[in-house]
């Protein structure tokens, strides 16, 4: 239904920031991107997927506790894009960073998104 392409990771220091964009390309018949609920969720490793934040159609933000004040989570329907921009990053927030998209109402659990992108490595040094 939805293709997700993640772009903007990389290596900072700590303290330091970077913006996390994720395209979505909605195929024909499967809606448009503003219909969508859009996520991000991350992984580091050895752990579990973590929910980050979330933007429903209407604009709605959560924030998992662990990022709040910090990261900021945005869209731009007319781009067919969501943003993650992530400052006074810390060492743990270390992860693969995915951004997923699902058609309803808005949920922190990964297993309710549809779509996913192939993520992209944030690396934060000390």
């Known amino acids: 239904q939805v293709q997700l392409a993640e772009s903007g990771g990389g290596l900072v220091q700590a303290g330091g920031s970077l913006r996390l964009s994720c395209a979505a390309s909605?195929?024909?018949?499967?809606?448009?991107?503003?219909?969508?609920?859009m996520a991000w969720f991350r992984q580091a490793p050895g752990k579990e997927r973590e929910f980050v934040a979330t933007?429903?159609?209407?604009?709605?933000?959560t924030y998992a506790e662990s990022v709040k004040g910090r990261f900021t989570i945005s869209r731009d329907n007319a781009k067919n894009t969501v943003y993650l921009q992530m400052n006074s990053l810390k060492v743990e927030d270390t992860a693969v960073y995915y951004c997923?998209?699902?058609?309803?109402?808005?949920?922190?659990?990964?297993?309710?998104?549809?779509?996913w992108g192939q993520g992209t490595q944030v690396t934060v040094s000390s």
């Open positions: 909605v195929r024909t018949f499967s809606g448009t991107f503003s219909a969508y609920t």
């Open positions: 997923a998209s699902r058609r309803g109402i808005v949920t922190i659990q990964s297993a309710d998104f549809g779509s």
């Open positions: 933007i429903s159609r209407s604009g709605d933000i």
